[in-house]
């Protein structure tokens, strides 16, 4: 199980303090290789960039209008975060159906 997020975020410390066996990848050092990328737009699409953060704020009109995976990869803290990954299965983000299906909760 790989949880992919950023260290700094609160949501994501939640994520890795109940999934203590997942391996974290912080995304702000290590990026998220392709295939994961790939995969994860094609299960979750648009869905998979959170335009709530202060990233997305910050980027223009122009910028905005990218493709998911141009903006996710130029700007990877774009990702809503955590998303979990346990062979084919994915999960995206830390609500209460996301911990029942992790089997958190």
């Known amino acids: 199980m790989i949880l992919y997020g950023l260290a700094t975020c609160d949501t994501c410390r939640k994520a890795r303090k109940a999934l203590p066996q997942a391996e974290f990848v912080d995304l702000r050092e290590q990026g998220m290789p392709p295939?994961?990328?790939?995969a994860a737009l094609e299960r979750f699409g648009e869905?998979?960039?959170?335009?709530?953060s202060t990233t997305w704020r910050g980027l223009s009109e122009a910028e905005r209008?990218?493709?998911p995976r141009d903006l996710l990869a130029a700007h990877p803290t774009l990702m809503k975060r955590p998303l979990v990954?346990?062979?084919?299965?994915?999960?995206l983000g830390w609500d209460k159906a996301a911990q029942a299906d992790l089997g958190v909760i």
Request: proline share 5%; hydrophobic share 45%.
């Open 35 to 38: 295939e994961v990328l790939a």
């Open 47 to 52: 869905r998979l960039v959170n335009s709530r």
């Open 65 to 67: 209008a990218r493709p």
């Open 85 to 91: 990954v346990d062979g084919d299965r994915m999960v």
